[in-house]
């Protein structure tokens, strides 16, 4: 990203459109529709300290300087790390920063999670996401998996509780199926869902239309897949060569276009690579460019 695209557009992510969850409640919150994902900011197979923590601080606060107001994190994401640096970098947060995290997965070494749904660690995990984040209520609180070994109303119901004891303002779901999250609005309201979404694994696009029809909110994660379909020689090749867009912010363009309940939250640990993500708000496809990559998944 050079500095003069910089200039020219100093917060390209108001370009991606704004999204209000929760339309009609006290705590109704308008972000726009392009976020980011601090999943990354931690060690290899998101464990421990990152290699540069820097870097890292820099970058969480590159994402809010052009535009971000949505941060998507976990306690599970490092575990702590993540939230810890989120703190450093921008506590006393700025005015309308939305800050999302979640519970429910637990660590035991790099790359390895393992869910715990039982209320009573999910309320202190919450509260420990509150004391890391330096937050007096958490804004966007999400039950990262549904533990199969915990009744299922009893995660809701907790999740439930946290709302109205003031230290929860909104709820949403993570990898869940349309049956799983209309079981849950049966006891919380659910304003966002979290599922594996992207150009080449479209396999929540139920979820995404459920969503969609409800005015829910719907976060894809790993919304940047791309690998093999980069080729000069592919489809996702002829659009990036059109538009003049890296593969990255082609994919993220299409999510964009895909939904306007969709959120996506690119995650990166490099300042480069967050202002290239954030660039891509102001990516505009066009409708045979759209065609062609809604057609590389119905080819695969």
């Known amino acids: ?46 464990w ?29 994401y490092g575990p702590e790390v993540s939230e810890r640096i989120i703190y450093e970098a921008l506590h006393p947060y700025p005015d309308g920063l939305i800050i999302a995290t979640k519970a429910g997965l637990t660590r035991q070494g790099p790359g390895q999670w393992l869910p715990v749904g039982r209320p009573e660690y999910l309320r202190q995990q919450c509260e420990l996401s509150m004391r890391r984040l330096g937050l007096e209520r958490i804004d966007l609180f999400q039950l990262h998996r549904i533990d199969p070994k915990v009744p299922a109303d009893e995660q809701f119901g907790l999740l439930a509780d946290l709302i109205t004891e003031g230290k929860v303002a909104q709820v949403g779901l993570s990898q869940v199926t349309v049956a799983e999250l209309e079981a849950a609005r049966k006891v919380v309201p659910v304003v966002a869902v979290q599922n594996l979404f992207n150009l080449t694994n479209r396999s929540s696009a139920d979820v995404l239309a459920h969503c969609e029809a409800e005015g829910i909110g719907f976060i894809p994660w790993f919304p940047v897949a791309s690998g093999a379909l980069t080729g000069p020689d592919t489809p996702m090749g002829s659009v ?36 290239e993500n954030c ?22």
Request: glycine share 8%; hydrophobic share 40%.
């Open 240 to 275: 990036v060569a059109e538009t003049g867009a890296t593969p990255s912010q082609v994919a993220l363009a299409w999510l964009l276009h895909r939904s306007p309940v969709m959120l996506p939250i690119p995650g990166t640990k490099s300042v480069a690579h967050v202002e």
């Open 48 to 76: 421990g300290d990152p290699a540069d923590r820097d870097e890292c601080i820099r970058t969480v606060r590159r994402a809010v300087d052009m535009g971000v107001d949505l941060i998507d994190t976990a306690d599970s």
């Open 279 to 300: 660039e891509a708000a102001t990516l505009q496809l066009t409708p045979e460019q759209v065609a062609v990559l809604d057609a590389i998944h119905d080819a695969s």
């Open 1 to 46: 990203m050079t500095d003069s695209n910089t200039a020219r557009s100093p917060k390209p992510v108001r370009s991606s459109g704004t999204f209000t969850m929760g339309v009609g409640t006290a705590a109704a919150t308008t972000v726009h529709r392009l976020g980011y994902g601090a999943m990354q900011i931690t060690g290899t197979g998101i």
